[in-house]
């Protein structure tokens, strides 16, 4: 009999605290990497003793988030010990400069399928929408046909994400004007809602830029920096102290509508001299004479064209440039010293013009200190690789699994996704 005051029982395991989380996470780590393993190789992987091991593992499998991995014969070594949701997948979709793009890629991040459907730089939102709807639908029913359950779903957008229920502003080609994508894709695509659990399956909206920086930051092994990429409009991000930098509102390191420009020509965010304005790729190739290569070839295109053509020395694709790369510089002497990053990372076409930034941003830099603080932060160029933004979004959904086993054993107790090959959610672009 209960008594007033009194609590009931507990049911299932305690939750682990911050020291068992932190040795769960080690675990889960080497496991998603290397598959199942015996407690002994655990052990010696993460540098936990044998019966910390022991005793953790038995924990996490009593939570659902481990399992035996086959029956241990007699005589023979012990059964390795694997994640329950060990097949389950991660499923990230992105618009970039010339393609929609869905792909499935495993807990460890290794890419399984990609889908993609083809725009163009005067497509607006409503078919920008349609194509995410489309690859999305293709790559959950790829999933749920292959029996490998979804476990998370991200969707890298433009510029900047804010609010609740989070909505993407500030954006290039999906427009300025605040847009709910998720509730698009949800109105398009009803499976999406039919997967979705705030308990398990989470379904994000992420900056690409702030994806690609996270990318970036691993591959620099660097806890701060600051990230840059004219490719799509101007897209930035702050990585502090091992964290991508997001403010009050979602709209940290947002330097596409920095008004660095004095009187300069109004922006379509209403605002005037915006960094957009003078530095945004539709401005430079159109300034350079490249507009109408850019709708017949494409942005990938018509962005190495000008490369080549300011390789070449060709006077209105330089002029165009370094137009920019001034505005750019002068956007870098005023956040630099704000963030204060270990380094300036630059990806896209910038980065094969990187000379160029870098004396636009020197042109103007402090003195004190016998000059030492002008030669710093160093700008570099992105080594992550045009998959970075992909990569960032699936590590970053991966370390939101880790650092919440709970949600491990959530999923492997959800039932199967409906059967999706007789039906047909997507009407519109792309097929």
């Not at 618009?95 to 005067?122: K, N, Q, W, Y």
């Not at 490249?290 to 390789?311: I, K, M, W």
């Amino acid at each position: 009999m209960t008594q007033l005051g009194d609590s009931p029982a507990p049911t299932g395991p305690a939750p682990l605290d911050d020291a068992r989380l932190h040795q769960s996470a080690r675990l889960i780590d080497h496991l998603i990497d290397h598959g199942p393993s015996t407690r002994t190789e655990l052990a010696t992987a993460t540098g936990l003793g044998r019966t910390a091991v022991a005793n953790l593992s038995a924990r996490l499998a009593e939570a659902g988030i481990l399992t035996e991995d086959g029956a241990a014969s007699p005589g023979a070594r012990p059964a390795p010990v694997a994640l329950t949701a060990a097949r389950h997948v991660l499923v990230t979709v992105a618009i970039d400069p010339d393609e929609v793009v869905a792909t499935l890629a495993a807990l460890d991040g290794a890419e399984r399928a990609r889908f993609a459907e083809p725009h163009t730089a005067a497509d607006g939102a409503a078919v920008l929408l349609d194509l995410l709807a489309t690859v999305l639908s293709r790559a959950l029913a790829a999933a749920e046909r292959a029996d490998t359950p979804v476990a998370d779903v991200t969707v890298l957008v433009d510029g900047a994400v804010a609010g609740t229920p989070p909505v993407a502003v500030e954006g290039t080609r999906l427009g300025s004007e605040p847009i709910d994508v998720l509730a698009e894709l949800r109105a398009r695509l009803p499976r999406l809602a039919e997967i979705e659990s705030p308990q398990a399956v989470s379904v994000r909206l992420l900056p690409t830029a702030v994806a690609a920086a996270e990318a970036e930051a691993g591959a620099l092994a660097a806890r701060d920096l600051l990230y840059l990429d004219g490719d799509a409009g101007v897209a930035s991000a702050v990585v502090a102290d091992g964290r991508p930098l997001r403010g009050a509102h979602g709209l940290a390191a947002s330097l596409a509508h920095l008004p660095i420009v004095p009187s300069g020509i109004r922006c379509d965010c209403g605002q005037r001299g915006c960094l957009l304005t003078v530095a945004g790729p539709e401005h430079v190739l159109d300034r350079a004479g490249l507009a109408e290569f850019d709708r017949t070839h494409g942005r990938r295109a018509a962005l190495a064209e000008l490369v080549a053509r300011v390789d070449d020395a060709d006077d209105r694709a330089r002029w165009s440039w370094l137009d920019a790369a001034l505005w750019i510089g002068r956007t870098l002497q005023v956040v630099v010293p704000t963030v204060d990053p270990a380094a300036i990372v630059v990806a896209g076409y910038w980065a094969r013009l990187l000379p160029d930034l870098d004396t636009a941003f020197r042109e103007n830099r402090p003195t004190i200190a016998g000059g030492a603080i002008g030669s710093i932060p160093p700008i570099v160029a992105a080594t992550a690789g045009p998959d970075a933004a992909l990569a960032g979004a699936r590590r970053q959904a991966r370390d939101l699994l880790v650092a919440e086993p709970g949600r491990l054993a959530r999923l492997a107790r959800l039932p199967p996704a409906p059967d999706a090959s007789p039906r047909r959610d997507v009407v519109g672009s792309g097929g």
